[in-house]
């Protein structure tokens, strides 16, 4: 039995790097070297999430007077780690594209599985015992979304204080039928794909890297699984409850529901529901979600779980709903090594000689070709079916 050429040709490009090593996360920031938003605004991204050469899209005036958004699809892994990392990996990096830093992280991309089921509230009856015109209208039963995704994974730098875990991650993902081995060019940074941003350690911004407020949002509890050795489990829950009283945005109040942060958001897309008309995305918070997976130098799982009141964005000042829905969802990511954006490794478990099961190391010629070797290995065993 043989594989398909073609097949054969999309693992290659899943697994070999392209080139010479490249790095696509500098940062996460819309400002400027050691500079932020207003003093005690979120660590909110520019949702072009691009820097330098790496732009992923440009704004020009439109015949119609505003600006228009010219995109290249070009998926940007620039808005995944808090803003203060940029001290460390971003800002040493600009002018000097093959810069090193201890705290580049890793990076992975993958498929991402969103379940979700919405319970609505009962609906206003009329005296003849039918529904009043403009009663809410969610899908019923569990529904699904196929997503695409990309995570990262560094080391604890030595500052902000605040944050203890040995790791920091940070996740995103977007509605997509597109293949994996496509995934580079699947993102749209002018329609603002993305129904998800997550990471477990956040910061408050102020006006300089010095004045940055960082926490753990997840204590992650961090173990060496039984059947792997150099593997380990990580199992949390998140939560923002320090950060009840901070300043908030007076902008956009809504995206603060229960101490939420900008940059954590958490979406199901425009008009999945309807009252009268169609309504604005559905506007969750991740506090109090349960956050679960596993890491080894090739693969990061991640599992995220929760139910919640949720509202939904206002489309305009005169189309707002005041309405809540319940909603119980389910993410479960499955993602492998991106080798060719990633200038470390990560040692994990056993093979971390540390004591917090978990040691960065700067990625080698001879490192990046064994796990190329081992993802073609892994693709082939998880898509055997795939035969003549």
Not at 26 to 52: F, I, L, P, Q, V
Not at 151 to 156: E, F, L, P
């Amino acid at each position: 039995m043989l594989l398909r050429p073609r097949f054969l040709t999309v693992l290659a490009l899943l697994a070999v790097p392209r080139g010479v090593l490249s790095r696509g996360g500098h940062g996460g920031s819309s400002s400027d070297s050691g500079s932020g938003s207003s003093s005690g605004s979120s660590g909110s991204y520019d949702d072009s999430g691009s820097s330098g050469s790496d732009d992923t899209s440009s704004t020009s005036p439109s015949s119609g007077g505003g600006l228009s958004c010219t995109d290249s699809h070009r998926l940007s892994l620039e808005d995944m780690q808090p803003y203060h990392y940029g001290q460390y990996n971003r800002d040493p990096r600009a002018g000097h594209a093959s810069a090193y830093s201890d705290f580049d992280g890793v990076f992975f991309k993958g498929v991402a599985k969103y379940k979700y089921t919405i319970t609505t509230p009962p609906p206003n009856i009329t005296e003849l015992g039918k529904p009043k015109v403009g009663s809410i209208e969610c899908p019923t039963g569990e529904q699904y979304i196929r997503m695409l995704g990309a995570a990262w994974v560094a080391g604890r730098p030595p500052r902000p204080a605040g944050p203890e875990n040995p790791i920091a991650i940070g996740f995103k993902a977007w509605k997509s039928n597109i293949r994996l081995s496509d995934i580079d060019y699947s993102y749209s940074v002018c329609e603002k794909v993305d129904l998800l941003r997550f990471g477990t350690t956040v910061d408050l911004i102020h006006d300089s890297y010095d004045n940055i407020t960082a926490m753990d949002a997840v204590d992650l509890n961090i173990t060496q699984a039984s059947e792997d050795s150099d593997m380990i489990l990580f199992d949390g829950v998140y939560d923002l409850k320090d950060w009840a009283d901070s300043a908030r945005s007076k902008l956009e109040p809504q995206k603060y529901d229960n101490s939420g942060l900008s940059d954590q958001m958490l979406y199901l897309p425009k008009g999945t529901c309807s009252e009268g008309s169609s309504l604005g995305k559905v506007m969750m918070r991740w506090n109090g979600t349960s956050v679960k997976g596993s890491l080894t130098n090739e693969t990061l799982q991640l599992n995220l779980s929760g139910s919640m009141v949720a509202g939904f964005e206002s489309t305009s000042i005169h189309d707002s709903s005041q309405t809540k829905v319940n909603v119980t969802f389910e993410i479960a990511f499955e993602g492998i090594l991106d080798a060719a954006n990633s200038t470390q490794v990560v040692l994990t478990g056993a093979a971390s000689h540390n004591e917090s099961l978990v040691t960065f190391e700067r990625a080698s010629s001879a490192t990046i070709s064994r796990v190329s070797v081992y993802l073609v290995l892994l693709s082939l065993l998880t898509f055997s079916s795939i035969i003549l």
